[in-house]
């Protein structure tokens, strides 16, 4: 059974980048053809999908984010990562990662970092 | 993109009520809809996938129906526990996934 985990620095100023990285355990990114990804959820408000890297390397991104955001995958290390740029307080959300087979419901999810954007 | 309207936002209801909650997609996404329980301070938990699919390890009062563009979650029974936020998502297309709004089931 897969384990994720997210990890960063959970206080960034405005105007900096965040960035965050979720390290996949009990079995190997590369064995699974999933869709990994990262959800945020503002505080108090809903669940939206920042974006996605496939295990290929393909990503995908939501559109409203696409300017800002760069997501990876280093299969060496067993982990996908998250860097948003030019972040505001709108930015300020719990970051899950998580992953999905392609047609397949999310079924691995991280516990969820907050990562609050102030000065 | 395929947008996933959920209605409605929120909900009371009382131990052992009976409760349906509806999400409507954009466009035909066949039967790629799951559901999703969230309580506070935790990741989402899956419900059911594939529209009507029951998570093994979550109690047969939750059951999901529906195809196309129109899908229900429903719960015969309120339980206690069941009191949280419920989210429909639709995985026919490519990421970014899209999630319906929410609704948030409070007891009356």
């Known amino acids: ?20 990285t979720c390290t996949v355990s009990g079995g190997s990114i590369n ?39 760069t997501i990876s995958v280093d299969t060496s290390k067993n982990q996908f990562s998250l860097k948003l740029t030019s972040v505001a307080a709108a930015d300020t959300a719990v970051y899950y990662c998580a992953g999905r087979a392609p047609f397949g419901p999310i079924d691995y999810w991280g516990q969820g970092t907050l990562v609050t954007v102030s000065s | 993109d395929i947008q996933m309207t959920q209605s409605p936002s929120s909900l ?14 954009s466009q035909s996404i066949r039967s790629y809809v799951n559901w999703y329980q969230q309580k506070p ?6 419900l059911i996938y594939a529209a009507s699919s029951l998570q093994s390890g979550v109690p047969s009062r939750f059951s999901g129906s529906g195809s196309g563009t129109d899908f229900t979650l429903t719960i015969s029974s309120l339980q206690p526990e069941d ?16 999630f319906g709004q929410g609704t948030k089931l409070e007891i009356k």
Do not use: H, M
């Open chain 1, 1 to 20: 059974q897969l384990q994720l985990q997210e990890s960063g620095p959970g206080l960034v100023k405005p105007s900096e980048t965040l960035s965050l």
């Open chain 2, 83 to 98: 009191f949280a936020t419920y989210y429909c998502q639709q995985s026919y297309s490519t990421p970014p996934d899209t």
């Open chain 2, 41 to 46: 301070g935790k990741a989402p938990k899956l």
């Open chain 1, 31 to 69: 064995s699974f053809s999933y869709y990994w990804g990262w959800i945020r959820q503002p505080p108090g408000k809903g669940l939206e999908c920042i974006g996605n890297v496939y295990y290929s390397g393909i990503t995908y991104y939501n559109p409203s984010l696409k300017s800002r955001v």
């Open chain 2, 12 to 25: 009371s209801a009382s131990v052992g009520d009976r409760v349906t909650i509806t999400c409507r997609a």
